[in-house]
């Protein structure tokens, strides 16, 4: 290994061993080095980090994009689940992950809501740097079977002859799911009461069962059972149709004007890990969105790709945050 290499990855592990947050010294030193320390990675397996349980929809698109990684860069990427606080225990986990590229971790829609529901110990646009872009995903709402209704006026009729007796499902306080359901309730004036769970892999089973009337959740996830018949889907929260259900109507289409809720998904890791690092996993985890292989699979389950630059997926949660935060301060919101 070259001088000037070997002295980076020395004072590199001196800093990460006795001080590695985010310190000046830490910062030239990677803005220096960074292109000796990208030139070797990865050398070792990469964590990919999920903070939410499996099963779900991001669980599900990390496990795809883990899998083509892995293959790409020829060392395992393992995906670590870390669910609780809405998510909150796996962004800790990755914010204070050293900084360099060996921790990663797979954003969800809630990421947009956190922010205002919670008093967080970061600061989800300082403390963790945007890798790529992964894809956006509708969410199609849902009812039980045996619901006596086929569409969404239906749904909305019938809450409104039965108010507070229809419930639906969140699976977290400050999940998209949850707010995408009051705003529902906000736009077509109905009442219903709010089920909380602690995942969508929970919830499933009481809307089969019947013990719940109704969900709004990413297509990725439900749309097994709508194809199945074990749940009926009656429309798409996006302000398009989705490839995977073109025959729903969205529910700005069906009386539910300017409604808009959309699962996203994205690749961050610490702050400060060095640029060459990011821009070489931007790199990989866009070519494989655009393979034509792991894009069919992704928009076979509802997952549009949505390859691109690091900042991309910057601007796109800086956006998110605006946007709930005022359906949240709007809507009185407070976390259980």
């Known amino acids: 290994m070259p001088l000037a290499r070997l002295s980076c990855f020395w004072e590199y592990s001196i800093i990460m061993t006795n001080h590695w947050r985010r310190t000046a010294a830490l910062f ?37 994009v883990a899998a083509r990684l892995a293959e790409r860069v020829g060392q395992q990427v393992v995906v670590d689940n870390r669910p609780g606080a809405s998510g909150i225990i796996g962004i800790t986990l990755a914010v204070n992950a050293q900084p360099d590229g060996y921790t990663l971790i797979m954003a969800a829609g809630s990421w947009g809501t956190i922010s205002t529901l919670y008093k967080l110990p970061f600061d989800l646009q300082k403390d963790l740097a945007p890798v790529a872009f992964v894809g956006t995903s509708p969410y199609v709402l849902v009812v039980q079977p045996k619901l006596p209704v ?6 909305i009729a019938h809450a409104k002859a039965n108010p507070g007796k229809l419930s639906y499902a969140g699976s977290t306080p400050g999940s998209l799911q949850r707010l995408a359901g009051e705003l529902l309730k906000k736009t077509a004036g109905i009442d219903m009461l709010y089920v909380p769970y602690k ?4 919830v499933i089973p009481d809307l089969l069962g019947g013990r719940l009337d109704a969900a709004i959740d990413n297509v990725l996830v439900l749309a097994p059972f709508i194809r199945k018949g074990q749940l009926r889907g009656i429309g798409m929260t996006s302000t398009k149709r989705s490839v995977v259900f073109p025959e729903l109507p969205t529910l700005a289409e069906s009386g539910v004007p300017g409604f808009n809720a959309v ?14 690092i990011i821009a070489r996993l931007n790199a990989e985890v ?10 069919d699979r992704l928009l076979a389950q509802g997952a549009e790709p949505r390859p691109g630059p690091p900042a991309d997926l910057g601007k796109y949660l800086a956006r998110e945050i605006a946007v709930w935060s005022k359906v949240i301060r709007d809507a009185g919101i407070k976390t259980e």
Do not use: H, K
């Open 28 to 64: 030239i030193l990677m803005m220096v080095c960074g292109s000796a320390l990208a030139q070797n990675y990865p050398q070792r397996p990469i964590r990919m980090v999920i903070g939410l349980p499996a099963g779900g929809s991001t669980d599900v698109m990390g496990r795809i």
């Open 150 to 155: 086929q569409s969404v006026a239906d749904l």
């Open 263 to 276: 699962g996203w998904f994205g690749l961050f890791t610490a702050a400060i890990t060095p640029q060459p």
């Open 286 to 295: 866009s070519a494989l969105l655009q393979e034509p292989q792991t894009r």
């Open 199 to 202: 995942g969508t892999g929970a």
